[in-house]
Structures are given as C-alpha cells and as structure tokens.
C-alpha cells in the first residue's frame, strides 16, 4: 500500500549514496546513534559548561554571556551554513542532507564539541573561566536547540515553528537563501531572506 513512499524513500537513499562516498565520516554523519548520542553528549556538556559558569560568574555576567553566546552561536549557525557548507568541500557531506532531508545526518560529534572548547578557550582570552564557561555553554546550548529545531522542521512539527520550517523548506527548494535554521534574523541582516 505505502509503495509509492518506498520507492520514493530507496530513491533518496540512491541519491544520498551517490552524493558522498561512504567513508568512515559518511557513516558515522549518517548513523541513528550518533545523531542522537549527539544531542545527549552535547546536552550534557552545556549542562557542565553551564554548572562550572553559575557557580563562579556574578549574574550580570551570565546574562550577558548568555546573550554573547547565543547571539555568536546563530552568526556562525548562519556563516557555516551559506559559505562552507555550500561554497566548499564540506558541502558532499551537507549534500547528504538535502538529498534526504528527513534522515538523521548530523555533524561529528567532535566537531561540536571542537567549537565547544574553542569557544571557552577564546573566551578565556577575554573574561574569566566562569563567565567564559556560560558563554560557551550558551554557544554549545544554542546548537543543540538549532538541532531540536532543525530536526523538528523536517519531521513536520507544526506549531511555533511554522515560520521557521516555511523559512527552512524555501532554503531546501532554492539552495541559495534562507541559511539561517534557527532564526531568521541574520538572513534579513545579510539580505538573503526569501519568502517565495
């Protein structure tokens, strides 16, 4: 009865196969358990950047850092989306995507993290390791709610996030607007957000 979505499913997983080799980093991208260990590794390390931060950071300094992190999280949501996933060699890997948007494909896990402790290394540079602990646990915090939201827009979740998968579902036709996935507003700023 459901063979017309069969066949429409074995097509995109021929077309996904075509996209990319299936390298030990395809696999590991495109593996169930890796996308979701992802949310819970990544959860529970803005859980300990967050814990390290709230004890030692005055609450001003969480505010701001909060703000800072998200704010810096969804700029480079934005710029890794437009200029490297579609503009480099990283884009085989984020080809797999949008040949079945609907599949579990996600970053490395330790490329999350990678920016993770960037993120708190830099900071260090700047603010105290409280502060930059809540920063980074913001930054590392609003990539993991990019990835509820991002898997949420294409499993058909209504709701809140009917702007959001509109925005997103346009980016998926065309290819060459809408990059922001968990806001919309750096599209607007960089003027590459499409309603049509």
Not at 61 to 80: D, K, P, Q, R, W
Not at 166 to 189: E, K, Q
């Amino acid at each position: 009865m459901n063979r017309p979505t069969s066949i429409a499913g074995a097509s995109r997983r021929r077309r996904a196969k075509d996209v990319a080799p299936a390298t030990w980093l395809v696999r590991l991208t495109t593996s169930p358990l890796h996308y979701w260990c992802s949310f819970v590794s990544d959860s529970m390390v803005v859980v300990l950047f967050l814990a390290f931060g709230g004890r030692g950071a005055r609450p001003f300094e969480i505010i701001a850092a909060l703000g800072v992190g998200t704010a810096i999280y969804t700029l480079s949501e934005y710029g890794f989306h437009r200029w490297l996933y579609h503009a480099t060699r990283v884009h085989s890997l984020h080809a797999l995507h949008h040949a079945d948007p609907r599949a579990p494909v996600g970053a490395p896990f330790f490329f999350t993290l990678a920016l993770a402790a960037s993120a708190f290394w830099l900071a260090c540079r700047v603010v105290a390791a409280p502060v930059a602990a809540v920063f980074a646990g913001a930054f590392l915090g609003t990539h993991v709610y990019q990835g509820v939201v991002h898997h949420a827009l294409h499993q058909g979740w209504g709701g809140a996030f009917r702007v959001l998968r509109r925005h997103h579902h346009l980016h998926h036709r065309r290819g060459d607007t809408n990059f922001g996935v968990s806001t919309i507003f750096w599209d607007r700023i960089f003027r590459t957000h499409s309603r049509d």
